[in-house]
């Protein structure tokens, strides 16, 4: 505390305990002739202002005590007390499942199961091959789509098989696999990216379009679309047996659809 600010407050406290008189002149006049304002410094100004607020503190009555205060104190503010929901795991509370709150609830989608997986063809199941998909056409594989695959189905893969002539051994017209699982047809006479393709039993890469011998009946022709659990690793150009044990070993779920052809 600097001498000034000490000073000022002596003033103070003197005037409050009713002895003003001992700061005044004899003549009785204003302390502030006695103690002029512009002849002192700053900072005894600065005390005269404090001096001056300590007065302003005292009680006018008798010079002795301060006033009391007057009116009513506003009671202490009580912050409302507020309910706040445990956090998940914490409390008593069991944990309550969220919702969007945009979507709502929504559908559970129940994963395709291997009953409904199906394919389709040009033709009704049983129905005749178009002249286009066999030897006395183009000769080109027919376009084919599939619904449903199963859940789990990493490939697909499709076989075309003349198992009508018994008890001879069936031949082989066409074995594709590596197909997408996310693909759900093949293009009319065209190979997807990354498939292979087996040897048939024409000692062909590819499809062999139907062709019996003449006047030897109708032959049916099973074409066969699997869905596999794992990748196919074999190349192209493997023998269809070799390829077609292998995709039947891994296949899950199965489908066909039958088509029929006479020379």
Sequence with gaps: MTHATSHAIDVGHAVCAGRASAWTRADS???TTWFPYHSVSVGRRTA???GCLALAACDTGDGKTLREPTGT???PTVPAATTESPRDGVGTLASLALQDPV??????????VAGNFRLIAPWLDGGSIDLRHTCDGEGVAPALSW??????????AVSVINDSVA????TIHWVIAGINPDDISLIEANV???AVQATTSFNEIGFSAPCPIADSGIHEYKFT?????QQVELADGTPAEDLLAFVQTVSIASANVIGTFRR
């Design 167 to 170: 008890p001879a051994t069936p």
């Design 225 to 229: 679309v699997y869905a596999l659990n």
């Design 48 to 50: 005269i202002i404090i």
């Design 29 to 31: 006049s204003p302390i």
């Design 73 to 75: 104190l506003p009671p």
């Design 103 to 112: 979507l709502g609830d929504q559908p559970i989608l129940a994963a395709p």
């Design 147 to 156: 619904a449903d695959a199963p859940a789990g189905t990493v490939e697909l």
């Design 192 to 194: 997807p990216l990354g």
